[in-house]
């Protein structure tokens, strides 16, 4: 969603919260394309991991192959046939290359060193390869498991990163959850690919091709008979697939309704409990379980039924390798022959597990490319930022601005819904201003456009003298302190709240800023002072005690300029009162801009901006409004007449 | 500040877990679990019977094997008699697939089921810990233990428990099949398997360890983007981008290493419980051979042992596997046990008084209150208040000086000791909290919306299929309905996540309306209109002063303005209650009331000189909501 998105399409957009169903397909190569980049710079090792598969292959040809030699020992001993293991009774000699290739090892099993007597040399031979082949599978495991875990680092990062930079709208418009789920979940499952997924699809892919070769190699009569029972297998696994699909697509879509009711529930339990609503609740989300429950009986049915399809094959396979072999091959070539075909087999037995791997790998990558395509709306610029004049440090200009959260190009004038029109002013350095004017006049939208959340559609906004355009964003923020509206907490001490993470605000800044907002006195109280650990959301402070302290926040961080957004609806007006007096003196020389819908909060100020429709239609000093005999003016004259003069006259300086 | 955020991310790796439970995790986990497969117990005994049948199906098949490939050898034997050997083979393999279809069937539809029963358990319990478990416990933690930990357990019951109770009695089966064959050779097949048990302790306890200290790495991530993005606004204002993504690198990198030591551990045991069957065959080819050359055995009998290691490969590997998923599962129920074990600190008593209906007088004696036991000053101190029906109070205070937590305990949001607060002289931890809960309409101070529609919100107290007419009367009284009559969708309109759609007063109004539907006897209003603009709130105060009439009326507020009109005005400072009266005789008193509506007297003033000042601008909602006022 883009800097342009109008409220009424995110409220459409809305309207389809479970967008796990666009679920589907289990490969998608242009996804595999894009996760490329984070595979880049680990290449030598997923090169590493699929070049291990070839001596793996090899070293598992060999144990069947030693069994093979040995009973072949015997039944030659016993001048039965069977002398040589890769021959075929019909007379069809393997290919050469093939013999080639075996015969020296073969020769090597059947003529033990001296001190060795023929079993127990292929005894050892037997248990040296599946040593090896341990130690080699293990290796395999740990190196894809390292790339992948690698690989997906560096994604979870780029994703986190990407998000932080995107542009405030872009999180009106959608739920925490779901940018949380892109980060971590989605990331989860694109890892899990590597691992059991894609690395493992491969690796099964090449050793069932070797298998397949061998034995043909080995018997091109007994492979085609024994293989006859594949193409029966290949349309099992495409039914299942059709059939699972759907399965897997079901239970996502029901699994994701349950976690959001439960993180809903959560979060608002306050109201539910309030509200007497846990038995409805209850039902509810039971009906949603039950459903889910459902779902994976389905599943589960298809699951079952491949797996024990390909077992059946298996045994099944036996019986025909020993009929079909009668007489045309001896007992050791039958043995190789179970043995490879039970390897053959094996990758599909957990087809359906992998299947589902790929489905949900692809599911969140696209998911994460989503995220990752959006363009981050307000972009730093390339240049090298201008010198700021001494002179204007603190100086705040909005020349001619125009701004509309709608879209402008391409729409007439009059459809516009301009949000400000041709607003001009400036705030010297060190001036103390203030906006006022009813909801929608435009209040808010001026300091999001002073601190770049979203760009101007005409016109300049300047801060220091510079264009707020060509400033990097991290540097125009850190001239601007804000108060705002919605007060977040960290979780982590009172103390990193208020320094947020700046290592040069030490334990003196921290207090001195705390105290000159009242704060000082409620932080001392508590259990464990500035260090006590703050809940989430802030949920042991009042309303009006995080209002405070972001407060201290915002001077603590000593910005020349200060933006307060109404900030004290939660503070008494006593508290208030004292907050300004502490304002009054740390601000001293610097720049502040104050919006409020009451009024006491701009008591100080050096000069009043009226806005109204979006336009700046009075602006001065209380004493030169006063004499322009506006708006303001009538105003003030109703309140005294209304008011009995108060005790102590509004401070305006 | 990383160092330290980096330090409290990883809690001392759990050697108290073993201490605290008294019980290996794997037995707790089993003791627990145990209730609910007793409930499913059909299911498993069924499975049971059938993984009898299936294991005597599966050890036949290699002597099968074996027999036929005598008959293959031996040239006595004719080709039919061979190929009627083979069919026996192939029906042993088909019966065998079918009884696996069906206990799969069975195992995994059972976990399904205790997986469901499990996050029934779970939901129901949440919804009844108070809200002191939910200052403690973050939403990020919580979700993960109802998702993640959840599926390692329904894993545990399922692949694992599977495998744990089907191995033995292949095993047992392949055995005493195997020692019709050569008794001998039996044996050295099995010498290998004890190591198993070793293995399964020295690599299990490590898994376990493991897998909790990634479970746990995982959750601080989620927790740190969570956070950041919650508070993003914060975020981006103090331009704190670079400093979090050092801490989310750090826990990044924190989760890396966690997952790599637990995969390194976790792929050890498959790899290793895989060499044990080929240990066998090495050492049964070594005799074998010898056996047959002495002519003590078959050939064919070497062929059936060869066999059986096939046979007996997968169920040792799933063994290892299941050992994993075990420790993997055992560690997951011990984490939600975390949630499980809170006993619900308010809930009925056993001998709640026979209550139906509250007429809605309050009384606070001498009530004294804290959050928690270590906390330096009380929340609540010596409150004394008596509050009769029908009646209303104002409550107003300085910052932090506990209106809100008075607000709170009347609807036993948290925990107050016996003989302190009494409706209709009834102990109020004596009252069924349904009869009190449903006395009462509270609007909290955080106006938290659910992501349904506003009709949906607005109906939330009310019984399901409540009346458009009362849904609307509620919207009308917090002068909500001209909000929604300009919304595209009305009363249809998603509100979003916390009611993201909405502005910061709309969502006010609406909490207000959802709770202006109800017929309460008890009305409390928590500082409820602080982000509504001054003019509206005149409006609401109007509408709202008819439904004041007849009820007992709190409210709960940071200025006086809202508070002017009640019955009884308490004025809060630190806790206590330092002014009481009514707002004419507070103001005479010139005391912290006085100066409080002097300096709102004022504010109160020029914000009607505003609202005059502003020309009524026709602002289409959708204009303040993008203004986010």
Redesign the interface.
Known sequence: MSATARPEERVESEMDPHEEEALGRAYDGRLLLRLWPYIRPYRAQVTATILIVFPMFLLELAPATVVAVGINQILDAREMPGTEVLVESEGWTPDASLREFFTPALEWMNNPPDMFSNEIWLGMIFLVVTALLTVLSYGHQILMATTGQNAMRDLRRHVFEHISRLHMSFFDSIPVGRLVTRATNDVENVTEMFSQGLVALITDIFKMAGYAVVLFLLSPKLTLWTFAIVPILGIAAVIFRLKVREAFRAVRVKIARINTHIQETVTGMKVVQLFNREERNFSDFDRMNADHRDAWHQSIKYDSLLFSTIEMATGITMAVIIAVGTGIAEAGLIYIFIDYMQRFFMPLRDLSAKYSVMQSAMASSERIFEVLDMEPGVADPVEEMPETPDAMRGRVEFDHVWFSYGKTEGRAEEDIDWILRDVSFVVEPGEKVAFVGATGAGKTTIIKLLTRLYDVDRGVVRVDGIDVRDMPQQSLRRRIASVLQDVFLFSGSIARNIALGREDLDEVAVHRAAKAVEAHGFIERLPDGYATEVFERGANFSTGQRQILSFARALAHRAHILVLDEATSAIDTETEAAIQRGIHVLMEGKTAIAIAHRLSTIRDVDRIHVLAGGRLVESGAHSTLLAADGHYARLYRLQSEQVEAPETPAKLA | ??AE?GADRTPDPLTEVAEVIGESPVRHALRRLSVYIRRNWRYYALWYVIILVYSAAMNT?PLA?GW??G???DPAVS?AE??D???L??G???A???L??IS??LV??AA??V??EI??DL??H????P?SF???W???D??SR??NDLNSVRMLLGPGLLSVAQSPIIFVGAFIAMCTVSVKLAILMMVPYPLFILLARVIGGRLYLRSLAMQQS?AS???L?????????????????????A???DA??H??SQ??SL??TF??MP??T??LP??G???V??????E??AGRMQ??D??AF??YV?VLTFPAFMMGFAISLVQRGASAMLRIDEILSVEPSIADRPDAAPVESLSGAIEFRGLDFR?NQ????AALEQVDLTIPAGSSLGV?????SG??TLASVI?R?FEVDDGQLFLDGIDVNQIQL?TL??A?A?V???S????MSLRENIA??LP?GASEEAIRTAAERAELAGDILDL??GYD??V???G??L???QRQRTALA?ALA?DPSILILD?TL??V??ETERRIQTSLDEVFSGRTVLVVA??VNSVRHLDQIVVLDRGRIVERGTHESLLAERG?YA??A??????E???R?????????D??P????????
């Not at chain 2, 949440?126 to 810990?129: A, F, M, N, V």
């Not at chain 2, 938290?448 to 992501?451: A, G, H, K, P, V």
């Open positions: 500040m990383s955020a098949l094997v036929s490939i008959g293959l050898i080709q061979v190929i050997r083979c069919c083979v192939a042993l393999a088909v065998g697939g079918g696996r279809f799969r069937l995994f539809n399904r089921e997986e469901y996050r029934n939901f129901e949440l919804q009844k810990l809200q939910y200052f403690r973050r939403t990020g919580l979700m109802c998702v995982l991530m989620s927790n983007v969570q956070e950041n993005i919650a508070g993003i606004a914060v975020v981006k204002a103090y331009a704190m981008e670079d400093d979090q993504a801490r989310f690198g990044n990198d989760l890396r997952q790599l995969i390194r792929a050890a790899a290793l895989g060499l080929a240990a065959l090495g050492m080819i070594v005799v074998g051979l010898g047959i050359a050939t064919q070497l062929f060869a066999i096939r959050y270590d906390a330096r000053d107003v205070g300085p910052v932090g209106k809100s609807p949001l349904s809960r449903s009462i509270m909290p101070q955080d938290f919306l659910f992501s939330y107290g399901p595209p969708l309109t998603l979003g996540e916390r993201v759609m502005s910061g007063g959802r109800l500082d602080s982000a603009d001054a940071s200025r912290l100066r409080l002097e300096e709102q007297e004022r504010d003033e020029r914000s000189m505003q609202a005059e000042l502003d020309e009524p601008r602002a289409a959708a204009a303040s909501a993008g203004e986010g006022a």
